[in-house]
């Protein structure tokens, strides 16, 4: 089947000129030859698979690497900044640091590769063509961007879409909890691991961030953990199995989010089809960056935030909302619509603040996978066994979510 993407704008030649019809069958490798070459000007050709795999274990690889380098600056004072001087230190200091971020690093990219690993093995049990992972490297903050993912073929039924959906939180967040049972039971004593293990970290200074805590962190915590052995908040970060868990709940409860192709995306096309869901996910949209941006701007605001600050949020506001309605006027309308109700709050409450990194989230989610759920043909409506697992990840999406996975 053709589709406008893939196929050319001119018609295909006829038989090459000069050759006589009777002599097609000596023309047919030079044809083959001249197809194969049209060909790759509209299709990108698959990459063999010696490099395919190379460059899934090469990002992995490096996403090992700056995640552990991440690990060691969150267990010296928190995730602002990169801890490039640990492969300049003494051999056995430089050696303990790297220990303690590999034991971050490890246990939170295992969760990330079995949530999509999940995924992967769900869709080629439902023949869905699929990639292995791809791991976003990043070197600062939690070091890495997260997994993903390609589906290569379209899906074409509302329980396939949910299955696939589903499998990976599901197989992720029961990981993440035997990760977190673990490291509540196994807390060592505070004296013996902060002022003895921990003794090369006192020249570092206390960070100043702290795991924000989900419902279900708290009750594992208060399930499974000594209080005599839990570590004082300021230093939580120093706990790097406490980190990787919490964080993991965190990715987790991020890909859950009920909005347009994210995990969540899916559950809720499963569960109420295409119309409400759509409904529900411009206005959880709407909702999510009206509190990313909100306390940035108030009528209070000195002229020098509005003179740099005023254009290029308007900018952005106008880019998140540019293909959320048919009409583009209409979703500029609901961008300005955000900002005056941004404003009206930051005014009468003064130091109201939201959480401005989700503006880039935001801005990936509007412009590149979209906040409305495509629509599969055929449309039947779930078992009564996924809708009780869906709505039962919608209330561990809630148990797990917190506006931040990092306070101060």
Wanted: net charge positive; hydrophobic share 50%; with cysteine.
């Amino acid at each position: 089947m053709s589709f406008p993407e893939n196929t050319p704008n001119h018609p295909l030649p006829e038989p090459l000129a000069g050759w006589p019809a009777d002599t097609a069958g000596e023309a047919a490798p030079a044809r083959r030859a001249w197809a194969r070459g049209l060909f790759r000007r509209y299709e990108r050709p698959p990459m063999r698979p010696g490099w395919r795999y190379a460059l899934h274990l090469g990002l992995f690889l490096l996403t090992l690497a700056t995640t552990v380098v991440a690990g060691v600056q969150l267990l010296r004072s928190g995730p602002d900044g990169i801890a490039f001087d640990v492969l300049g230190l003494p051999a056995a200091e430089r050696w303990a640091q790297l220990s303690w971020g590999l034991l971050y690093a490890g246990p939170f990219l295992g969760v990330l590769a079995i949530h999509e690993f999940g995924h992967y093995f769900t869709a080629r049990f439902n023949k869905v063509r699929t990639s292995l992972p791809y791991f976003l490297p990043m070197p600062f903050g939690l070091g890495t961007f997260g997994a993903v993912i390609r589906i290569k073929d379209r899906i074409f039924s509302r329980r396939e879409f949910f299955d696939i959906g589903a499998a990976g939180p599901l197989a992720g967040l029961v990981v993440a909890i035997l990760l977190l049972i673990y490291a509540f039971t196994h807390l060592p004593d505070q004296a013996e691991y902060l002022l003895v293990t921990t003794h090369s970290l006192a020249r570092y200074r206390a960070p100043d961030f702290t795991l924000a805590q989900p419902l279900l962190y708290r009750w594992l915590e208060h399930t499974f953990a000594d209080p005599h052995r839990l570590p004082p908040p300021n230093l939580l970060l120093r706990y790097p199995l406490l980190v990787a868990g919490e964080l993991s709940l965190f990715f987790t409860a991020l890909n859950l989010l009920p909005i347009g192709q994210l995990d969540g995306g899916h559950l809720m096309y499963g569960l109420l089809g295409a119309r409400r869901a759509g409904r529900l996910s411009a206005v959880l949209f709407v909702a999510f960056i009206f509190y990313a941006g909100l306390g940035i701007f108030s009528l209070r605001s000195g002229w020098e935030t509005w003179l740099y600050g005023g254009l290029p949020y308007a900018l952005y506001l106008g880019l998140v909302f540019w293909h959320m309605l048919p009409k583009v006027w209409w979703g500029m309308v609901v961008a300005a619509g955000v900002w005056a109700a941004q404003l009206g709050v930051a005014t009468a409450w003064p130091g109201t603040l939201g959480q401005p990194g989700w503006l880039v989230f935001g801005l990936l989610l509007g412009r590149l996978s979209g906040i409305y759920h495509p629509v599969a043909p055929d449309d039947r409506p779930l078992s009564r066994g996924r809708q009780l697992l869906g709505w039962l990840l919608v209330g561990l999406f809630i148990l797990c979510f917190s506006s931040s996975p990092l306070s101060s």
